[in-house]
């Protein structure tokens, strides 16, 4: 098929349009992404532990039921993923120690993965590929993380 005159005049335009929006889209403030990414995590995993501790019996009857993790006992499982899950948010929620923080959540993510819900891979993968991002790219300039080390440098 050939191209008409107008269609081949009009390819500049849209080339522009679309570097026009790419340029505008490439100011966008990184450090406004990472507190999204933040928050988003801690959506995700502090309601999870607030509501592990608020019913403690039942927690650990549901790592000891369901969850079965292997080679921990549930009681010791229970408190390390109800202490992971509410400490490692708070500390992401304030963007402090963020990439020490995402540590024990990736470790937390992968075990789930593998033993309890395979099946809910789709989720895993948006929360890890979130959790990685942050654990390369830091808190950005809106956490204490930005402010300690703005102090010490």
Partial sequence: MIATTAEVSA????????????????RFPLSILQLL???????????????????????????????????????????????????????????????VATLPLLGMLTVIQLFVYPQGWHEHLTWGSILVFLLYRGAGAISIDHLIAKRTS
């Fill in 37 to 99: 990414f933040r928050l988003a995590i801690v959506g995700v995993f502090l309601r999870v532990g607030l509501q592990k501790l608020a019913s403690w019996e039942s927690t650990v009857a549901l790592f000891r039921d369901e969850y079965k993790v292997p080679v921990l006992p549930p009681e010791i499982a229970a408190v390390m993923g109800s202490t992971f899950e509410v400490g490692c948010s708070l500390l992401l929620l304030a963007g402090l120690a963020t990439r």
């Fill in 11 to 26: 390819l500049p335009t849209i080339r522009a349009r679309v570097a026009g929006m790419i340029d505008l889209l490439d």
